[in-house]
């Protein structure tokens, strides 16, 4: 598997101009959100190793451990807490939104692609994952390494 910091050099030559990083602070997270929002909007399912468990926490694992663990442990703990924040947040507007969440999640999701897409006709460049899907998973993570550097944390 590619390193963290060759996943993020790539994704970097596509994520160079201020007005599409900036965009990007904002939407990779709502664009994350959205998805956890939409998965936690499926009725749990039954394993039967488990018991009844919510799609979107078994997403959420099998991610961490299966992609972002083996990137980096930093980076998977950064993607650990903001999976965290977003399965919160969709549970806070899941109890108390006037609209269902899948209706939240699809009406983020749209509004935060179309913010992504605008970002990338200001770049010049097309998005990273139009060449490698990965780069869907690594969109957040670029995200979190970043925060992590200017925090001095080496991930």
Request: hydrophobic fraction near 55%; proline fraction near 6%; aromatic fraction near 14%.
């Amino acid at each position: 598997m590619r390193s963290a910091e060759s996943w993020f050099g790539e994704y970097s030559e596509n994520h160079r101009n201020a007005t599409n990083i900036a965009i990007h602070w904002v939407c990779v997270p709502a664009i994350f959100f959205s998805v956890i929002g939409l998965l936690g909007s499926i009725p749990p399912g039954e394993l039967p190793w488990l018991g009844r468990l919510p799609w979107a926490k078994l997403v959420i694992g099998l991610v961490l451990l299966l992609f972002y663990a083996r990137l980096s442990l930093r980076i998977a703990s950064g993607m650990a807490m903001m999976s965290y924040a977003a399965l919160v947040l969709a549970r806070w507007l899941d109890d108390h939104a006037p609209w269902p969440l899948w209706a939240v999640g699809i009406t983020v999701f749209v509004v935060a692609w179309l913010g992504q897409f605008y970002g990338h006709k200001v770049e010049g460049k097309k998005p990273s994952f139009l060449k490698d899907l990965a780069f869907l998973l690594i969109g957040p993570a670029w995200l979190v390494g970043k925060a992590l550097k200017k925090a001095g944390v080496n991930y």
